[in-house]
Nanobody, 124 residues
Framework: VQLQASGGGLVQAGGSLRLSCAAS????????MGWFRQAPGKEREFVAA????????YYADSVKGRFTISRDNAKNTVYLQMNSLKPEDTALYYC??????????????????WGQGTQVTVSS
């Protein structure tokens, strides 16, 4: 299984970015997917998750209303649309594949495969 995250960059506060994560080596539509992030000196934290058919999504309170997770099973890709970005959103963002639940967990320990991360930096 390979997960390739992309789309990160430098953006001003209030701006937007869309992250993508292309998956290969698995039957993508069978599995839930999640996004996590890790800022320097902090633990990796949950951002959002989406069920295998895309019908169920949920978010960390810190991003609710600003971020949207979605997926295109025909393209084996999961997305994270990030709007109204804040400096505290600065982190390395990881996509992850959950092969244990249909909805995606909140804990990183529930995920089986991880992408390499894409850096998001929000300037004030």
């Amino acid at each position: 299984v390979q997960l390739q995250a992309s789309g990160g960059g430098l953006v001003q506060a209030g701006g937007s970015l869309r992250l993508s994560c292309a998956a290969s080596g698995l039957t993508f539509s069978r599995y839930a997917m999640g996004w996590f992030r890790q800022a320097p000196g902090k633990e990796r934290e949950f951002v959002a998750a989406i069920s295998r058919n895309g019908g169920f999504t949920y978010y960390a309170d810190s991003v609710k209303g600003r971020f949207t997770i979605s997926r295109d099973n025909a393209k084996n890709t999961v997305y994270l649309q990030m709007n109204s970005l804040k400096p505290e959103d600065t982190a390395l963002y990881y996509c992850a594949n959950d092969q244990r639940t249909w909805y995606g967990g909140r804990s990183s320990s529930e995920y089986d495969y991880w992408g390499q991360g894409t850096q998001v930096t929000v300037s004030s």
